[in-house]
T-cell receptor, first 114, second 119 residues
């Protein structure tokens, strides 16, 4: 039973354009969401996060949107750069899980072409 | 500041053998997590240590997996005996507080992972 889903395994975007990565979740207890970025042969690195009390969080070129009613979040990258090419993982955690364990999606491989 | 390190980076063993993976968290981080990614699927939580104690081991697949964290420093994950379905990349992560609150979750810093192949 996968609680966090990223239905697009891959995405290809032209440099300078917007990249939109999507994520859906099923567990209504999730109240904190994160995006991690992963390069080959490296571990995931934290990118940006959002609490369930917000619907948008922005950090430079990266913006995360949360739609709680639809149980959907998205990551926007504008403008996309070739260095953004990586696998992006959506993750969620729940306040009743005091340990902070993360539930991840399958990842979306983003390719930004020059 | 040194990041999370894992050893070995790769391990190839035969079914039925034993393998031990090691993780050294960031110094001062009490919380240590093990995750696994199998065949390009999602990264799955295995267990969580707070110092030397197991806080949550709900993700451990079965009793062939044994995790320890001696003295609250480095951690080992032993698989004995290994099966084909144990193949995957094992990630370790550490965080300072390990809290999940409405304002956020303490950032988990991941190691580069150990790629385990069971033949």
């Amino acid at each position: 039973d996968q609680q966090v889903k990223q239905n697009s395994p891959s995405l290809s975007v032209q440099e300078g354009r917007i990249s939109i990565l999507n994520c859906d979740y099923t567990n209504s207890m999730f109240d904190y969401f994160l995006w991690y970025k992963k390069y080959p042969a490296e571990g995931p690195t934290f990118l940006i996060s959002i609490s369930s009390i917000k619907d948008k969080n922005e950090d430079g070129r990266f913006t995360v949107f949360l739609n709680k009613s639809a149980k959907h979040l998205s990551l926007h990258i504008v403008p996309s750069q070739p260095g953004d090419s990586a696998v992006y993982f959506c993750a969620a955690s729940a306040i009743d899980n005091q340990g902070g364990k993360l539930i991840f999606g399958q990842g979306t491989e983003l390719s930004v072409k020059p | 500041e040194a990041g999370v390190t894992q050893f070995p980076s790769h391990s190839v063993i035969e079914k039925g053998q034993t393998v031990t993976l090691r993780c050294d968290p960031i110094s001062g981080h009490d919380n240590l997590y093990w995750y696994r990614r199998v065949m390009g699927k999602e990264i799955k939580f295995l267990l969580h240590f707070v110092k030397e104690s197991k806080q949550d081991e709900s993700g451990m697949p079965n009793n062939r997996f044994l995790a320890e964290r001696t003295g609250g420093t480095y951690s080992t994950l032993k698989v004995q005996p290994a099966e084909l379905e144990d193949s995957g990349v094992y990630f370790c992560a550490s965080s300072q507080w390990g809290l999940a609150t409405i304002s956020g979750t303490d950032t988990q810093y991941f190691g580069p992972g150990t790629r385990l192949t069971v033949l």
